[in-house]
């Protein structure tokens, strides 16, 4: 898959393949995508809700500490202010 900005035409930030997510970024901080992700072959996607993260993460706090730090640490700042 490509994470592609929203212009025209799109550009490409960033390409991720099997076992890798999107998205963490906007559960984690509740922000809206400037980005995109569009498949370049057959995908298979799991779909997690913001409430959902949220109600598992009341009860492992452990666990939201480390899913914020891995959220801050997958992406270049190129994709991070994107997301801003």
């Not at 906007?26 to 569009?38: A, C």
């Not at 298979?44 to 640490?73: F, N």
């Amino acid at each position: 898959m490509e994470i592609v900005t929203e212009d025209d035409p799109p550009e490409v930030i960033e390409t991720i393949d099997q076992g890798h997510f999107y998205g963490e970024m906007s559960l984690v901080y509740t922000r809206p995508h400037k980005v995109s992700v569009r498949a370049v072959t057959h995908v298979d996607m799991l779909v997690l809700s913001k409430e959902d993260l949220d109600s598992v993460l009341v009860h492992y706090g452990e666990i939201e500490i480390h899913v914020r730090e891995v959220a801050e640490s997958l992406y270049p700042a190129s994709l991070k202010n994107q997301l801003n």
